[in-house]
């Protein structure tokens, strides 16, 4: 038996099926039924979430409503609710916060705590991951639940998090270690995505046991970097620092419902994407120096332009640049699926030097610190900008599930 080098101190939070599980609990008639979420009522459009019942039936995130009606009949397909999902998020982390703080949000529906000194006994954290199951199901229903996982690490209990789905808890100690992994593929391993997976194979590398048995020099060959070995010490059940990463863009993206595909509708949903991503710019302090957008075309073909300037936070001077894109757009007569804008080359404000030559930058600085204090007070029809006026209407956009939007900001 091993030392005890390693005692419990992470406590993973992982939400089954969140965005169908969220579903079932506010429409109680869906509980118990296979649903399927998607972005758009559309019979070309993918499944985002699937419910328990639905994933039985081999229905999974990609799955086109179309399979999916093959696969699982009697399926409920339902249009998305982001907004909802949002709020039910940030009341789960409430509940939450009842029974231990809530360390980090990673995601939408995952969140860790860190287990103080004097909660790392078994029995303790029994109690508390017993306690959180009770407040949830007090706050909501049966039909929103979540996986517990615990371990040496935050990486670790995300693992055990995912082993005892659904409505699960499971303890990885440091005497569990490697063997209670070796059952799982490589591909449920938190870090190895499909390329990477290939790049594994390639190397030999076909099991968890076989990644356990890899070096650290080995995997930080096969990784190209640092990553293979902070993977070589997670597995181990080391602590691991996070890496501080700067923000290098911000965009939004939306797949257009079909009475949004025109090109006069879509150029309207592309200036309110921009002007989304402009107010989420200037509240983080920083600029941006290029601005990319992306078009998904009716056919199938698509299109991308980048355009690059002096570093701006600038609503109007966003909205041009959008505009001269759009006129210079491939097949501008072709209908548009789906669009996306992403400002890059981000800039720390208060460490840019701007033009000494220039005072429309003031003049336009309060201009949208104004702008933007009216839109997150009174609501997005308060002030905007007359370009995405027809777009007010245009519906959810799409939630990325690693970035839990701020509710003022995304209802802009």
Known sequence: MKNDLNPLSALFIDFDAYFASVEQHFEPSLRGRPVGVVPVMAESSCCIAASYEAKGMGVKTGTRVSEAREMCPGIVIVAARPELYVRTHHKVVEVVERCIHVEGVLSIDEMWAWLPYNWRSEEKISEVAAAIKVELLGEFSSALTCSIGVAPNRWLAKMASKMRKPDGYMVIRDDDLPEVLYSEDLSEVHGVGRSMKVRLHAAGVHTVEDLYGCSRQRLHTIWGSLEGDRLYLQLRGECVPDVVREKRSIGHSHILPPQKRRPVDAEAVLHKLTQKAGVRLRSYGMLAEALVVDVGYLNGEGWRQEVRFDASSDALFFAKMVSQIWGGRSLPQQPVRQLGVTLMRLVEKDNFTPSLFSAEDSRRD??????????????????????????????????????IPDLDIENY
């Open 366 to 403: 309060a201009l949208n610190v104004v702008m933007d204090g009216l839109q997150l007070r009174y609501g997005k029809q308060a002030m905007h900008l007359g370009c995405d006026h027809a777009a007010l209407d245009s519906g959810n956009m799409r939630i990325a599930f690693t970035h």
